[in-house]
């Protein structure tokens, strides 16, 4: 790869367990989970730069940064957000690209079949959900009817839900394991790349996490307000 190839980073936050990784030029280099403090806190920032200078580099070659936006950890997604944008204060020629986590999903299951659909949030019969052919969007991304996204997403489709929500069985679906929807930090990282390329640039004060619904705290504190 050429001597001044830029430095990319991906930080994906959605799922339970979180990922920092690493590029540079057009090539994958490597990622690497992120552990949980004492105080249940996740280590994003220390990981990240174990991870860089592993790899000889630090936070100053950082050239492009690809943040996961969810749906997915509440908290995971606010640090890892607050953490590009720091990035992106100390150095405002550094490039941030948000990267949707139903994206992200639908093209680490390019081969499960023709067509992909992905269920996030899934409660009281509904999902923030979309459906992709080949990993271009068909149907949504938005919150919908479970049956309905069932019932108008093309055949043969492979379903990643996050749980199983005790449907019956169609001709033509297949239901992937619910594991699968833990998200690739490669694969975030070659779409942030992507996304770089295309002129997906995003102002910091622009870069937001994806939230369908608000935190169920939130719901229930409501909840008991009102009772």
């Known amino acids: 790869m050429p001597a001044d190839a830029p430095i990319s980073i991906a930080l994906e936050t959605a799922g339970r367990v979180g990922h920092v990784a690493v590029g540079v030029g057009e090539?994958?280099?490597?990622?690497r989970p992120i552990p949980r403090s004492r105080r249940r806190n996740l280590e994003l920032v220390p990981t990240l730069d174990a991870l860089l200078r592993d790899h000889g580099y630090g936070p100053g070659d950082i050239a492009?940064?690809?943040?996961?936006?969810?749906?997915?950890?509440?908290?995971g997604?606010?640090?890892?957000?607050?953490?590009?944008?720091?990035?992106?204060?100390?150095r405002p020629e550094l490039k941030l690209v948000g990267v949707p986590?139903?994206?992200?999903?639908?093209?680490?299951?390019?081969?499960?079949?023709?067509h992909v659909a992905v269920l996030l949030n899934i409660k009281r019969g509904t999902s923030y959900c979309a459906c992709y052919r080949h990993g271009e969007p068909l149907l949504g991304p938005e919150l919908r009817a479970l049956?309905?996204?069932?019932?108008?997403a093309p055949r043969p489709l492979?379903?990643?839900a996050e749980v199983d929500p005790g449907l019956d069985g169609a001709d033509g679906v297949t239901w992937l394991d619910p594991d699968a929807t833990?998200?690739?930090?490669?694969?975030?990282?070659?779409l942030g790349f992507d996304l770089a390329q295309a002129g997906g640039r995003v102002e910091a004060d622009k870069l937001l996490p994806l939230y369908i619904r608000e935190?169920?705290?939130?719901?229930?504190?409501?909840?008991?307000?009102k009772a």
């Open 101 to 114: 986590t139903l994206d992200v999903l639908a093209h680490q299951h390019l081969d499960a079949a023709e």
């Open 158 to 160: 492979a379903v990643v």
């Open 64 to 75: 492009e940064a690809y943040v996961s936006l969810g749906p997915g950890s509440f908290t």
């Open 77 to 90: 997604l606010r640090m890892a957000i607050a953490t590009a944008q720091m990035l992106a204060l100390a």
């Open 147 to 152: 049956d309905d996204l069932l019932a108008k």
């Open 27 to 31: 090539t994958f280099i490597a990622s």
């Open 215 to 225: 935190p169920e705290a939130v719901t229930l504190w409501e909840q008991q307000g």
């Open 182 to 190: 833990a998200p690739d930090p490669a694969v975030t990282w070659r």
